[in-house]
């Protein structure tokens, strides 16, 4: 058979958000956010059977920051093939235009994705993808998650103290534009916390822009997500969270240490709720549960390691390995050991998935 290469077109949204909705079964507001923010044509590559979408995969420019200065990554998502045309080969024809492009255009240091499984991690290694990051999971039960949404739709309960649980979405969606009590905004909030987040030294770290914090907190807010916030005053930094329906914890403000306490806090005061064990709350702490698990894949481009030469020196000696030899290899060859050496030593942050 043979298929078109083609950058879609505006138009082609319609038919790409199908295709997108029958590969990964995300909600019509997901889609919406997405959609809506960022689509952009001259990133995304669709294969085309005669007029008939056969498959697709869409780019999205996010900027880093690193020790290297300013980065910028192409992330690629929703890679998706209708199923009668699959084991053709067309993802692979795809993804290798696209990084082709990206090479070309000397636009990007980097092209990132995040593998849904092993087999998909697999797939992306012959392409020049290697592991660069875990991400630190962060889980409750789900009788927590359910007493908190039974706490937070009771009647009476608004405010307590400096305590404030929501799951209401159109009031989550004003508590991003108001003040929070003796805070500013939930969307101020979460800046703040990025901005000051400790990073380790070599780290490269997402830079959201408060356009993006917007769009993510609005997509936790559609998927059915409990926030809870303590906000002890203006010159106090507020320990906020967001519980979605998995029992997945979002950490969105404040110290990792005092989350615990808060939920804690909050159950043990305010709910008798006789469906959680004697075992899963006591009275200092509820149980966070953290499970590490790999995550994103890079493929580093010619502009990243024109940026890092001079650090190769620094690099190497952290390696324990001869900076000599590096001089005598050929490109592949550096580029392989690097991104080797940056999949241990780097963590991508990404608050997408």
């Known amino acids: 058979m043979e298929y078109d290469i083609i950058v879609p077109l505006e138009e082609s949204k319609i038919a790409m958000r199908e295709l997108w909705k029958d590969t990964f079964d ?45 980065l910028r990554g192409l992330y690629l998502c929703g ?26 255009s000397g636009e990007f240091d980097f092209v990132f994705l995040i593998p849904a499984d092993d087999h998909l991690r697999e797939y992306y290694k012959k392409f020049g993808f290697y592991d660069s990051s875990d991400i630190e999971r962060m889980m409750v039960s789900r009788e927590i998650y359910e007493s908190l949404r039974r706490i937070s739709s009771t009647p009476d309960y608004a405010l307590c103290d400096d305590i404030r649980i929501i799951s209401d979405t159109e009031e989550l969606k004003d508590l991003m534009r108001s003040r929070c009590g003796n805070q500013e905004s939930l969307l101020t909030i979460c800046r703040k916390y990025e901005s000051t987040y400790h990073r380790n030294p070599g780290d490269i770290s997402i830079t959201h822009t408060h356009s993006d914090w917007a769009i993510l907190l609005e ?39 005092d989350m615990s306490k808060l939920l804690a806090d909050i159950i043990c005061k305010k709910c008798d709720d006789t469906q ?10 509820v149980p966070i549960i953290c499970r590490r698990e790999k995550y994103g894949m890079v493929r580093f ?32 060859e550096k580029s392989k050991i690097l991104a080797q050496f940056f999949s241990r030593y780097l963590h991508f942050r990404l608050m997408l998935d």
């Not at 890679?79 to 090479?103: C, F, H, N, P, V």
């Not at 890092?308 to 001869?322: D, L, P, W």
């Open 26 to 70: 995300d909600t019509d507001s997901y889609l919406d956010i997405f959609f809506n923010n960022y689509f952009t044509p001259r990133l995304c590559r669709c294969a085309m059977r005669e007029s008939s979408l056969a498959a697709m995969l869409l780019g999205v420019s996010y900027d880093f920051c690193s020790e290297l200065g300013r």
């Open 79 to 104: 890679l998706s093939t209708r199923s009668e045309y699959r084991k053709q080969g067309l993802m692979s024809r795809l993804i290798e235009d696209i990084i082709d492009d990206a090479e070309k």
């Open 219 to 257: 997509e936790k807010i559609e998927s059915g997500g409990v926030l809870i916030m303590r906000t002890p005053g203006s010159n106090a930094d507020a320990t906020v969270m967001m519980i979605q329906e998995d029992g997945e914890v979002i950490q969105l403000g404040g110290k990792r240490s």
């Open 276 to 285: 959680i064990s004697s075992a899963d709350i006591a009275s200092a702490h």
């Open 301 to 332: 481009l010619p502009r990243f390691w024109q940026k890092s030469q001079g650090f190769e020196n620094r690099i190497f000696e952290s390696a324990s390995t001869i900076p000599q030899k590096f001089a005598k290899m050929n490109f592949e």
